[in-house]
């Protein structure tokens, strides 16, 4: 097993323990998950799947719960 | 069990089919294939446990997570992880989706054991980054985010402050300040009335000596989050004073509200926002049965022992079921004193300003909202509740601040791809929708 695993954020690698959260990549990168209608950042709130605010594109595919997947080695993914 | 049906789907068979891998549905569900059922388990997450006992389990509920995770796999239930139910076709079938795929599955008899959410409630700056739920920054710790040397306060209400807090600081954070808007009055009834549940005594004892260090104010909540593009610090109010603490995150939940969007789309009746059960959890529905939150807010022991009965009499066992009747009255009690402790106080519905948005989804500011009367008039007018969250979050918060009922369910009870919602339309063949 992998001691870490690397994927990219908006462009930028970066290095999360296995079994780490999409959420948790996008919180260590420092970035919001997406930004609102009215354009505020946003970040993940409810960290169950619910709230549907740590939405992001994981690999082309648009409105991922980022708290609800896993990372992957070469994930990429932008947030929205 | 497994018939091929057109391609892209499967419909799958079930004398029982449990909805929620929490500990209701892992009770309910091996009950029930321990009497000889065949029975199948579905779960949004990839792990069983529900939010209470999300992966990592930690030394208090690890024993009994994996007591209850191997009698499901003993008993030999199915159980479908990464699986969201979306819709109900036809009775007796329900539509779930993964992030591939979409699936039937059929039931004889269900058992709705969807849990509970936080809930939020609205205040200036409570939208910005690392202002999060008390519940939800454990699940992303849990998950994997670093908290060591970090600063959280953790606010609201309910007994999940003092364990979020007591967890938090295990990890290494630096937790000040707990507030609890509770009056002093009323935990001291709660701390009073304890005595009649010695291990909760217990629990709570050790929670304390875990927060050695930490500030617990009672009659004190949130009143702004400050930061540009994240959290940066918050206004808390303490026995009528402010103070202002810097913090890199603020957990904050106002107790529980139960997940009864998928009883209600079934036609199962709720009263005062509760699924409505009988004595051997049978909702109004007879072949569906609920079990856990959804029933009243009374925590692990009481989801326990609910799902149990729910799993005996789905296989006619009311004779063993009526054993445990008395065990769940002895824990109703402590759901109702929960319900009496933490009643939230009017004075949290003064705290949005006329900018606060309180639709997070729509991005709907508290100053359109307050103009309606009802929820319907709000969504239609202003499309509070109809982003992606359905009204999960707002839905409550607008609930305690303008005193909304909120309306009739609709499918799907979760946004759900076109492939999807094609097969039950039957208008767009499951294979051409790409």
Same mark, same amino acid.
Not at chain 1, 2 to 25: E, K, R
Not at chain 2, 54 to 68: L, M, N, T, V
């Given at each position: ?20 959260? !999409?959420? !948790? ?56 | ?13 079930? #004398? ?49 997570a ?11 239930v ?14 007796g ?10 699936? #039937? ?9 969807? &849990? ?32 060591? &040397?970090?600063?959280?306060?953790v ?18 954070a ?12 009323? +935990?001291?009834?709660?701390? +009073? ?14 929670l ?26 918050v206004t ?25 969007e ?53 296989? &006619? ?6 054993l ?22 009017? #004075? ?22 307050r ?23 707002? &839905? ?39």
């Amino acid at each position: 097993m992998l001691s870490q695993v690397t994927l990219t954020v908006n462009g930028t690698q970066i290095a999360v323990p296995p079994g780490a959260t !999409v959420a !948790v990549a996008i919180m260590l990168a420092g970035q919001a998950c997406r930004t609102s209608v009215s354009g505020e950042p946003r970040g993940p709130l409810c960290g169950m799947g619910i709230c549907f605010e740590c939405r992001v594109a994981i690999d082309g595919k648009a409105h991922c719960r980022s708290c609800q997947v896993l990372c992957e080695e070469g994930m990429q993914v932008s947030t929205e | 069990m497994k018939t091929s049906r057109e391609a892209g789907h499967t419909t799958t068979r079930f #004398e029982v089919l449990v909805v929620g891998g929490g500990p209701a549905g892992m009770a309910a569900a091996a009950r029930a294939a321990e009497c000889g059922l065949r029975v199948g388990l579905v779960d949004d997450n990839f792990r069983l446990g529900g939010q209470i006992w999300r992966s990592q389990p930690d030394a208090d509920s690890g024993a009994e997570a994996s007591k209850w995770a191997e009698r499901v796999f003993k008993a030999g239930v199915t159980v479908l992880y990464g699986l969201r139910v979306v819709d109900q076709p036809e009775a007796g079938i329900l539509l779930a989706e993964s992030s591939e795929r979409f699936s #039937e599955l059929a039931y004889e008899k269900l058992v709705l054991a969807t &849990g509970a959410r936080e809930r939020f409630l609205p205040f200036p700056g409570w939208t910005l980054p690392n202002v999060m739920g008390a519940g939800g920054l454990q699940a992303i710790v849990k998950s994997g985010l670093p908290i060591d &040397g970090k600063r959280v306060v953790v606010a609201g209400t309910g007994p999940l402050l003092l364990a979020v807090a007591a967890y938090l600081r295990s990890h290494g954070a630096q937790v000040p300040l707990v507030c609890e808007q509770a009056t002093w009055g009323s +935990l001291t009834r709660f701390g +009073l009335a304890l005595s009649r549940w010695p291990a909760k005594v217990i629990q709570g004892l050790q929670l304390r000596r875990d927060l050695t260090g930490t500030r617990f104010a009672a009659n004190s909540w949130p009143l702004t989050a400050h930061g540009q593009q994240a959290l940066e610090s918050v206004t808390i109010t303490r026995a009528g004073r402010t103070e202002t603490i810097a913090c890199d995150y603020l957990a904050c939940g106002f107790h529980l509200v139960p997940n009864i969007e998928l009883p209600r789309l079934l036609g199962c009746t709720a009263t005062n926002g509760y699924v409505t059960v009988d004595d051997f959890q049978q909702t109004t529905i007879p072949s569906i049965f609920c079990a856990g939150e959804p029933t009243s807010i009374g925590g692990v022991e009481l989801a326990i022992i609910e799902g149990q009965i729910a799993g005996l009499a789905v296989a &006619g066992r009311a004779a063993e079921a009526r054993l445990l009747f008395g065990k769940r009255e002895r824990a109703r009690r402590f759901a109702r004193l929960l319900d009496r402790t933490f009643q939230l106080r009017s #004075e949290l519905s003064k705290l949005p300003s006329a900018e606060t948005i309180i639709c997070r989804c729509e991005d709907v500011l508290y100053s359109r909202l307050r103009k309606h009367t009802s929820w319907r008039a709000a969504k239609l007018h202003t499309r509070c509740g109809m982003g992606p969250c359905q009204g999960r979050v707002c &839905g409550p918060a607008t609930q305690f601040l303008f005193n909304w009922n909120p309306d009739s369910v609709r499918p799907p009870v979760f946004p759900a791809r076109i492939e999807t919602m094609a097969a039950v339309t039957g208008q767009l063949e499951p294979s051409a929708a790409k």
